[in-house]
């Protein structure tokens, strides 16, 4: 059973390069805000309100907590089987779903208004992650997980490969970005929005793959696909923020038979490991949050956590 560290600096916190050291806060500590979820993901803050949205994909409920009070309550269920979750440049709450695999805007009045379900005339697999960049476009993952059983979704056969996808609000445009990320599940922009990282699920190992980011008349296109990070054997990354700097914090689950390795890994740049954050339960997706934006929320399994760290995240992210 989790139990908060009853001294500073946290032990759960680990500098595994110097350059993480600026980010550790010496008087902080990992907190738990919430558990008794079946799986939590797709984490997103809501400043102007004070509170978190996150998923509760098994229990097909988005669920929230307000930041000052403490109280966690239903958002709404069901879902449609909701995974991930960003907020667009209007600050509307844009989430992906499994259940009607479709990737959906939350209007200001509390409607929902679909955004795509398909891609030449056949249904998406079942939208994974989504993230926004500043012209407003939409980018998110499709792989099939939510369709392979009835517990995360409803089963189904996919009509569709795995893509990456760009899609218009203003012209209803859906473009594929990339096929070449098999099962691509979590992504991110860098702060410059100049490289876009993409999990690459269906990889052994599994792998974070990163791609340069160009504009063109028609939006914007994906170049120079290389490999950012290969993990260690059985380890799992899943969804990732960017921070201001630049560093990758990367929601993470070790191997089933290790304790130890499951939480957040940072990355430098440079794709070196500088931090790792233990949970007790492997994290599946982050996002910052806070009025500052310094304050790194964590979906982990049954559990969401939280810990002040010494950056911020990208705005929008």
């Not at 990282?197 to 980011?213: C, K, L, M, N, Q």
């Amino acid at each position: 059973m989790w139990q908060p560290t009853e001294r500073y600096p946290d032990p759960a916190i680990t500098v595994l390069d110097p350059r993480f050291e600026p980010y550790r806060l010496f008087n902080a500590a990992v907190e738990r805000i919430a558990t008794g979820m079946r799986w939590a993901e797709g984490p997103v803050w809501f400043g102007d309100g004070r509170y978190l949205l996150w998923s509760d994909i098994p229990n097909n409920r988005i669920m929230k907590w307000e930041e000052q009070t403490g109280a966690v309550s239903v958002f709404r269920q069901p879902s449609h089987f909701s995974n991930g979750h960003t907020r667009d440049r209007q600050g509307r709450l844009v989430g992906c779903e499994h259940g009607g695999r479709r990737v959906v805007r939350t209007e200001y009045d509390g409607s929902t208004t679909v955004l795509v379900d398909q891609f030449n005339g056949k249904s998406l697999n079942s939208p994974n992650d989504v993230v926004v960049k500043s012209d407003g476009s939409l980018w998110f993952t499709d792989p099939p997980f939510g369709i392979l059983g009835h517990y995360e979704g409803f089963n189904a056969t996919p009509e569709q490969p795995t893509c990456v996808y760009r899609f218009n609000p203003a012209t209803g445009q859906c473009t594929v970005v990339t096929d070449a990320v098999d099962r691509p599940n979590g992504l991110c922009f860098s702060p410059d929005e100049s490289l876009l990282y993409v999990v690459e699920s269906g990889a052994t190992p599994r792998r974070i793959r990163v791609f340069d980011v160009e504009s063109g008349v028609d939006g914007a296109r994906l170049r120079n696909d290389r490999v950012f990070v290969t993990c260690a054997d059985g380890e799992n990354p899943d969804g990732f923020r960017c921070d201001v700097h630049g560093n990758l914090w990367a929601g993470w689950g070790g191997k089933h038979d290790e304790v130890g390795r499951d939480g957040v890994m940072v990355f430098a740049p440079d794709a070196t490991p500088i931090g790792h954050i233990a949970l007790p339960e492997r994290c599946a997706n982050l996002c910052f949050g806070g009025p500052a934006r310094n304050r790194l929320f964590m979906a982990a399994s049954q559990s969401v956590y939280a810990l002040y760290v010494g950056t911020q995240g990208v705005p929008g992210g």
